[in-house]
Every structure is written in structure tokens, then in C-alpha cells.
């Protein structure tokens, strides 16, 4: 295997590379923390603009902003990465290395061409599998056992750069995509600093992904998160995990929006027709195209979350009343 260019030899106490850290969301918190615990130097951060947020509306900053501003760190929010001003920010900074977590633009290629070593992206997923936003939430819904993470030199395509790294995690059958992006995400962090140490020490090089094996993960968006009560129950169960939490699964109830938590799949239908709703001692159970789900948390429109139980005592279901029509 190639190696990359040698650096210099680092005095004692100074920074191996010297970082830009790109990302947005909480779960690229814990590879900000990784790396400010590193022998690394992130000088400064770059995340998306401040949003507005909840029914109030509130402007709030990204969790990755919120932990650079408790360190100390610069913050650089760019509408867009191609704004001049942008890259003249990140060419002053000379940074050796951009280290990328769910940052959530596309960056071109002029920043690309700018850190010595270029951006290496913490992607989560073992590449070129679920190419794209929704890793985690796809491997979910295609009932694969396995996923991972990835360490890759980031180009213009859609993560289509060479790796450098990867490591492995089992999918439990209980995992929603919540339960298993934290994991990911701290495991994922270990990698991106190893990573790093690695191209510091001029002992790595990324091989470039095999042609075979690829699949893409784009967006989950809210429609997407509508559950099709004609599927088996195993695959309406996965599909529901795998937008847990977000978008969030629903269907409709008597004209309005259900959310669902997750659902426990029954090998049987117990005669119920795909959306069919019955309560009894073992719970709030739906048919669906083959087999049952027996429902945990709903969310009525403009109530709480709450146990199903509960809401159908509450709700007085009739015989044979579905959901989703």
C-alpha cells in the first residue's frame, strides 16, 4: 500500500494536524470531542447557520456549534460553502485537515483543494454501502444484521472517495436508528482520530471503494415515514425502527395524523385484514399483509406520546376500525 506524503518531524507539544471540523448535528458531537481530546489542534469550526425551531420558533445554534462555543473554538457558518468570503476564512486558517461529520452541505471543490490532506469524512455505514444522508435509517429498513463506519478522503461525487478506515457493528433487532447512530457515533469517533493520527504519521492512504456492493441512502423524508399496512409485519417493523426517531413513523386515524413508536411484529394476523385495529389483554394489535404488530407508543394529533393502551381506552375504538385508510 502507498503511503502519503511524510510530514515533517512534530516538536513535543504541538498539534499533530492542525483541523477545520465540519459538522452540524449532535451526533457529530462526540468526534468534536474525540478530536479536542486529541493531540490534534481544531482551530476553528464550521456548521450550519443558526435555524428557527419548535412552535416557538426560536433561533437556536447546531449542537456542534453549542460544543465549539463551550470550548473556546471559532465558529464559521457559511450559508453555503462556495461563498467567497467562506474560502477566504478557511485559506487563511491553513489547516492541514478538515475532518467532516454530517456537516449537510455539499462542499466544492474549491475548499476541497485547500487543507493539505484534503476532507476526511466519518461517513456511517461500511462503503460503498448506503452511499448517502440516511445511512443508519436505511440499513435499518433493509433488515441488514451489519453495519459500520467509514473513514474516507472526501471528492465531489456522493461518498464515492477512497476509505481509509472502517470498523463494524452488529444491528440489533430491537435497534431503532436513534439507538444505533449513538453507538456509531462514538465509535465513529475513535475511527476519525485514528484516522488522523495515521495521516499525521504518513502511515495511511485511502484505497479507493470496490465497484461492487453499492447502495444508496438518500433522505428519509416525513413521507417516506407513513407506514403500508399491506407489508409483512417483520418488514413494517423495521421500516417503523428505522425512522425512529426521525422523521418519525405515522399513519392516519379517523382523518388525522397517529405517530407510532416502535411496534413488536406477531408471526399471525389473528384474522385481522392489513391496517385492522383490535384491543384486548394482549394489547392494541394491527393486521397487516401478513401477520400482526402489536402497537407501543402512539401520538395523537396535538397530544403527547403515550402508551397505545391508553389511547385506545380513550378513543372507544369500534369494531373492525382501521388506520391508514
Known amino acids: 500500500m502507498g503511503r502519503l506524503r511524510q510530514l515533517p518531524p512534530r516538536r513535543e507539544g504541538e498539534p499533530a494536524l492542525k483541523l477545520l471540523f465540519a459538522g452540524t448535528p449532535a451526533p457529530a458531537v462526540p468526534s468534536l470531542d ?48 462556495r461563498e467567497p468570503e467562506f474560502l477566504e476564512q478557511l485559506a487563511a486558517l491553513d489547516v492541514d485537515c478538515a475532518p467532516v461529520v454530517a456537516y449537510g452541505a455539499l462542499v466544492p471543490q474549491a475548499a476541497l483543494d485547500l487543507p493539505r490532506h484534503g476532507w476526511v469524512n466519518l461517513h456511517f455505514s461500511v462503503l460503498p454501502a448506503w452511499r448517502g444522508a440516511a445511512p443508519v435509517q436505511h440499513a435499518i429498513m433493509a433488515g441488514d444484521e451489519l453495519t459500520g463506519a467509514s473513514t474516507f478522503l472526501l471528492e465531489a461525487g456522493l461518498d464515492t472517495g477512497p476509505v481509509f478506515g472502517t470498523l463494524t457493528e452488529a444491528i440489533g433487532p430491537r435497534d431503532t436508528a436513534g439507538d444505533l447512530l449513538d453507538r456509531l457515533a462514538v465509535s465513529g469517533a475513535g475511527l476519525l482520530v485514528a484516522t488522523l493520527d495515521g495521516i499525521a504519521a504518513g502511515a495511511l492512504d485511502p484505497r479507493p471503494q470496490p465497484s461492487d456492493g453499492v447502495s444508496l441512502a438518500p433522505k428519509v423524508e416525513t413521507a417516506d415515514a407513513r407506514v403500508d399496512w399491506a407489508l409483512p409485519a417483520h ?91
Open 34 to 81: 474525540a478530536l479536542l481530546a486529541s493531540d490534534h489542534e481544531v482551530v476553528a469550526v464550521l456548521t450550519r447557520p443558526d435555524a428557527r425551531s419548535g412552535r416557538g420558533r426560536k433561533v437556536s445554534r447546531s449542537p456542534v456549534a453549542e460544543r465549539a462555543d463551550a470550548a473556546g473554538v471559532p465558529v464559521l457558518q457559511p450559508r453555503s460553502p
Open 235 to 325: 418488514v413494517v417493523d423495521r421500516r417503523v425502527r428505522g425512522v425512529t426517531p426521525a422523521p418519525g413513523a405515522w399513519t392516519t386515524w379517523r382523518g388525522d395524523r397517529l405517530r407510532l413508536g416502535p411496534v413488536e411484529p406477531l408471526p399471525t394476523s389473528l384474522g385481522l385484514a392489513a391496517g385492522e385495529l383490535s384491543v384486548g389483554p394482549s394489547g392494541v394489535l394491527v393486521g397487516t399483509g401478513r401477520g400482526a404488530v402489536r402497537l407501543g407508543d402512539v401520538q395523537p394529533a396535538g397530544k403527547r406520546m403515550f402508551p397505545a393502551a391508553d389511547w385506545a381506552r380513550g378513543a372507544r375504538l369500534a369494531p373492525g376500525e382501521r388506520v391508514g385508510a
